[in-house]
T-cell receptor, first 115, second 116 residues
Framework: DQQVKQNSPSLSVQEGRISILNCDYT??????FLWYKKYPAEGPTFLIS?????DKNEDGRFTVFLNKSAKHLSLHIVPSQPGDSAVYFC??????????????FGKGTLLTVNP | SAVISQKPSRDICQRGTSLTIQCQVD?????MFWYRQQPGQSLTLIAT?????????ESGFVIDKFPISRPNLTFSTLTVSNMSPEDSSIYLC?????????????FGSGTRLTVV
């Protein structure tokens, strides 16, 4: 049973437009949600996170929205740039010190930003 | 954030043999994590390694197959034992970033293992 789901394996957008990557989760015990970006032959790179007590977190071109009632989060990239082309992983974790204190990942979404 | 050096970056191994993957961190960390990413799949946690204690393995992973060492606060190894083609995956180590600006983890660059 996958607790973190990214239902879109790929997404293609034009440079300058908005990219929206979606993620759904099933475990209501998750306290933190994170997005990672991964280029080929590299490890995942932390992008942005959000605590379950918030509904939005913004960092430059990247904004993460959390809808707890729907168990859904999304990553918005505005404006999208060709260098953003990568696989994006959604991940979730319980609180530090708890039994669920570990990252559970989705399968990833391949974002392609076309010039 | 921490910087992780992971070796080897890739290897092709014969079935039945073992491979040891090393991770060196540039700062002392309490917990290190080992993940596997099978082709087309998400990253799956294998085990959590604390210095001075036995590693804690996730469901579906056992110490005999994936022994882990954690001799100090900056280093860990994962061994993939008695390999079969099903072990062909990317293996990654990770540490938690404890900066107060965000909550996240840093990953090594990964070891791409092919078993033939």
């Amino acid at each position: 049973d996958q607790q973190v789901k990214q239902n879109s394996p790929s997404l293609s957008v034009q440079e300058g437009r908005i990219s929206i990557l979606n993620c759904d989760y099933t475990n209501s015990m998750f306290d933190y949600f994170l997005w990672y970006k991964k280029y080929p032959a590299e490890g995942p790179t932390f992008l942005i996170s959000i605590s379950s007590i918030k509904d939005k977190n913004e960092d430059g071109r990247f904004t993460v929205f959390l809808n707890k009632s729907a168990k859904h989060l999304s990553l918005h990239i505005v404006p999208s740039q060709p260098g953003d082309s990568a696989v994006y992983f959604c991940a979730a974790s319980g609180s530090r010190g708890g039994s669920n204190y570990k990252l559970t990942f989705g399968k990833g979404t391949l974002l392609t930003v076309n010039p | 954030s921490a910087v992780i050096s992971q070796k080897p970056s890739r290897d092709i191994c014969q079935r039945g043999t073992s491979l040891t993957i090393q991770c060196q961190v540039d700062s002392q960390v309490t917990m290190m994590f080992w993940y596997r990413q099978q082709p087309g799949q998400s990253l799956t946690l294998i085990a959590t390694a604390n210095q001075g204690s036995e590693a804690t393995y996730e469901s579906g992973f056992v110490i005999d197959k994936f022994p882990i060492s954690r001799p100090n606060l900056t280093f860990s190894t994962l061994t993939v034992s008695n390999m079969s083609p099903e072990d062909s995956s990317i293996y990654l180590c990770s540490v938690e970033d404890l900066g107060d600006r965000f909550y996240g983890y840093t990953f090594g660059s990964g070891t791409r293992l092919t078993v033939v």
